[in-house]
């Protein structure tokens, strides 16, 4: 059967070669992913919705808000199973997985990834984790397209198109936004600009949009108009909100990392996963709107249905009161991110971006009820507007996409008469976060660790290579405890290098010999035995450490030195050398196959 198989690939990959240029083919391939990520979208959808419809049944119904409290223990404990007896490996959170894939392995995912997050992700956020359902969504497609650009041999560039095809291709479909679905590829997994990329990108997006109205027609996740024109005067008041919302995007950024960093401390997972699971139904408890992505929470706050949106809860009986309403948001703005670091901390699979969505929601509408409410402006602005456009300035602050979250908003009211207050809030809020937030959530770990892809080309080529095909062995190592004669006869002779580790009897690197050093004594014999090799070596100008040195270190390692040749050791000891023109060639080669 594999023969049969590999025959059959061999043939159509020939007639391939003989009647479709690599372009047309590409093509060909951006409009499969995203029709077939289009309908990735729709099962993890659904499957999401028939879990919460369960759950919400009359079974239940008299019972649902003491449910609230063991729902996500539940659907986390069987996410927890499913990883570890079914799947037997780690599920990562979307997008940061598949932005790892692109920048330090060649853009190749492994298959389990294709249906991995389709299964957990559905019961994580049916359950009431407080994530969302893009994330998964997108590496659900992405690893659909570098597994697809694998069957077909296509090389790493074309592979790395194709997952931005499959993230377009879910965004499209998910949000039915197709401008803003290629936009947030281009943002997100920082892909060229250029015509060659654009196309399929484009391609991608129009196929998946196109498999969502089939299945879901006009239905959309915010079905919102617009009904409040923008005036001009709205203007300083949208430049405080884009302020509010760096502050927020920080808040979100600091209790996101801080919360996981110190939930990771515990190192059983089924203890970490009990007792996140227990802080995150005790959260929804008490804060029911916590449950699940939000949309529903979004659409009430649009339409400012109070009762609806804020749910069941203690103070239900003074909703009338606005700033009851106006504590309560803020609460919800307060406590989502927390409420989704726990989802993630208790081994949950979900994305960040529903949370963002929703925060900035609650953010924009608490921000829009103060102001008509304090009674020291004359002018009543639009709190329905400003719901939408607080959702702009924090995606444009916490994911660093600035442009997706202007035409997101944009395409969602089906109009651009916001589009001038989505610049300002959105400008504002990512000028201001990324002077205390450098890196998006989505790539913070991945900056720490040197692993991440940026539009900066050269970056880009130093992030890709590999240290391990630079090193070279062919130097011959000296023992410490050696003499000037054995250096001679088992070094000078064998060797064709002018340079010489030195180890120890565990191979520890101590420092290096030049023949430079030892050519003025080299051919006098009475020093054989009273030279050692301690009297004549040096200190390494520097040394690279290949476990935790990245490419962008290296090559600054080089610079300062100004060595030609550096020594590599690996906890420590010994293992070869770098030398900067093979270093040269490697990045030259590595710059022809990104920019193919």
């Not at 049944?57 to 063991?70: L, R």
């Not at 070279?472 to 405890?481: S, T, V, W």
């Amino acid at each position: 059967m594999t023969k049969f198989r590999n025959s059959l690939l061999h043939k159509f990959l020939n007639w391939k070669s003989r009647n479709l240029s690599h372009r047309q083919f590409l093509m060909f391939l951006s409009a499969v992913i995203g029709f077939i990520a289009g309908i990735f979208a729709v099962i993890i959808k659904n499957l999401t919705h028939l879990i919460q419809s369960l759950l919400e049944g009359e079974f239940i119904a008299n019972y649902h808000d003491a449910f609230y409290f063991i729902f996500p223990v539940i659907g986390l404990l069987i996410v927890y199973l499913i990883i570890k007896f079914i799947l037997r490996r780690k599920v990562g959170h979307g997008i940061p997985t598949t932005l790892y894939a692109i920048s330090r392995q060649k853009g190749i995912m492994k298959r389990f990834q294709m249906y991995a997050s389709l299964i957990t992700a559905p019961i994580t956020v049916g359950f009431g984790g407080s994530v969302g359902l893009e994330g998964p969504t997108v590496a659900t497609g992405a690893s659909l397209g570098s597994n697809i650009s694998r069957i077909f041999l296509m090389n790493q560039a074309s592979r790395t198109l194709l997952i931005g095809c499959a993230a377009a291709g879910a965004m499209s479909s998910i949000f039915k936004a197709p401008i803003a679905a290629i936009i947030f590829a281009i943002e997100v997994f920082s892909l060229d600009l250029t015509l060659a990329s654009l196309l399929p990108l484009l391609t991608a997006s129009v196929s998946a949009i196109l498999t969502s109205y089939f299945f879901f027609g006009s239905e959309i996740i915010l079905p919102f108009k617009l009904e409040d024109a923008f005036t001009i005067s709205e203007v300083p008041y949208y430049i405080l909100l884009g302020i509010i919302a760096s502050v927020c995007s920080v808040y979100f950024s600091k209790i996101y990392f801080g919360s996981t960093r110190l939930l990771a401390k515990i190192s059983s997972p089924f203890v970490r996963l009990i007792m996140a699971g227990l802080g995150l139904g005790t959260l929804i408890y008490f804060i029911p709107p916590l449950y699940g992505e939000g949309y529903n929470v979004i659409n009430n706050l649009l339409q400012e249905n109070y009762l609806q949106a804020l749910g069941t809860n203690l103070f239900n009986a003074y909703l009338e009161n606005i700033w009851v309403v106006i504590i309560l948001l803020a609460g919800l703005v307060i406590f989502k991110i927390i409420a989704s670091a726990l989802t993630f901390s208790a081994g949950g699979v979900g994305g960040i971006f529903a949370p963002v969505m929703f925060m900035g929601s609650a953010m924009g509408h608490c921000f829009a009820l103060i102001i008509n409410n304090l009674g020291i402006f004359k002018h009543q602005i639009s709190v329905s507007n400003f719901t939408l456009v607080g959702m702009a300035g924090l995606m444009a602050g916490v994911l660093h996409a600035p442009l997706t979250a202007i035409f997101l908003i944009a395409e969602l009211t089906h109009g651009y008469e916001l589009f001038i207050p989505l610049m300002i809030t959105a400008a504002i809020s990512y000028m201001i976060t990324t002077k205390f937030e450098p890196h998006s959530v989505y790539t913070m770990e991945l900056a720490q660790r040197g692993d991440l892809l940026t539009h900066d080309k050269d970056q880009t080529v130093l992030t890709l290579m590999n240290i391990s095909q630079v090193v070279e062995k062919n130097f011959i190592p000296l023992e410490i405890d050696m003499n000037l004669g054995d250096v001679i006869h088992q070094g000078v002779v064998k060797s064709s290098r002018n340079i010489f580790p030195v180890i120890d009897e565990d191979r520890k690197f101590m420092g290096i010999i030049l023949l430079d050093d030892i050519r003025s004594i080299m051919f006098n014999e009475k020093l054989y035995d009273e030279v050692k090799v301690q009297d004549i070596m040096q200190q390494a100008p520097e040394t690279i450490d290949i476990e935790n040195d990245r490419m962008k270190v290296i090559m600054k390692k080089f610079q300062e030195s100004k060595a030609w040749n550096l020594p590599v050791v690996e906890k420590g000891k010994y293992v070869g050398f770098i030398s900067k023109s093979k270093l040269l060639t490697a990045y030259r080669q590595k710059l022809i196959e990104v920019t193919v």
